[in-house]
């Protein structure tokens, strides 16, 4: 099974700030099969990013994936209010796998 | 507009079984692969099972395996999950997801654009 180790655990940042989330796998991701969602509370987890950079429908553009093999990105350029959440990676490569999640708080 | 609602939740003693179901809507349901994910309040989320999209494969995580039967009906749009001798770790809120792209060869499997809201499972005694 791919462990997905995502850091840092919370980010504190305020609105307007830029975040970058890491996401790291215990061994090659095939094919870059990895993808990012948002969770805010009591809501389901929505799709960022999938294919490790391809931004899924309607995901403003400040939204950016990056990486391949074993070390992937999500950098969220000029944090919104509404981007306050916890962001979770999952590779699809072989089976499928979340990553423990990032919480983006207010700082 | 796409759609997934899941249903069948509840309250189960340990070792009983429980059968959760999900309507699609919105989208050609029979083109997609499709999931159950789980996840405990408060904590990260574990994929659960898939099926394809003509029922012809299955797969489940280790943890549920033997235990778990993830089924479907295109005809009536419909997704199940049968979960037998359950127990108190499986106590989560159960999704029903759908793959983001339709079934074709080269086309990956396990990138969930459409998410259900949730049906919950408690298993205690």
């Known amino acids: 099974e791919i462990v997905l180790t995502q850091s840092p655990g919370t980010l504190s940042l305020s609105p307007g700030e830029g975040a970058t989330l890491s996401c790291r796998a215990s061994?090659?991701?095939?094919?870059?099969?990895l993808a990012w969602y948002q969770q805010k509370p009591g809501q389901a987890p929505r799709l960022l990013i999938y294919g490790a950079s391809s931004r899924a429908p309607g995901i403003p553009d400040r939204f950016r994936g990056s990486g391949s093999g074993t070390d992937f990105t999500l950098t969220i350029r000029r944090l919104e209010p509404e981007d306050f959440a916890v962001y979770y990676c999952q590779q699809y490569g072989t089976s499928l796998t979340f990553g423990g999640g990032t919480k983006v708080e207010i700082k | 507009e796409m759609q997934l609602v899941e249903s069948g939740g509840g309250l189960v003693q340990p070792g009983r079984s429980l059968r959760l179901s999900c309507a699609a809507s919105g989208f050609t349901f029979h083109e997609y692969t499709m999931h159950w994910v789980r996840q405990v309040p408060g904590k990260g989320l574990e994929w659960v099972s898939d099926?394809?999209?003509?029922?012809?494969?299955?797969g489940y995580a280790d943890s549920v395996k033997g235990r778990f039967t993830i089924s479907r009906d295109n005809a009536k749009n419909s997704l199940y999950l049968q979960m037998n001798s359950l127990r108190p770790d499986d106590t989560a809120l159960y999704y029903c997801?759908?793959?983001?792209?339709?079934?074709?060869?080269?086309?990956?499997?396990?990138?969930?654009?459409?998410w259900g809201q949730g049906t919950m499972v408690t298993v205690s005694s």
């Open positions: 099926i394809s999209w003509n029922s012809d494969r299955t």
């Open positions: 061994q090659s991701v095939r094919s870059s099969y």
């Open positions: 997801v759908k793959d983001l792209f339709p079934v074709h060869p080269g086309a990956p499997t396990g990138a969930f654009d459409i």
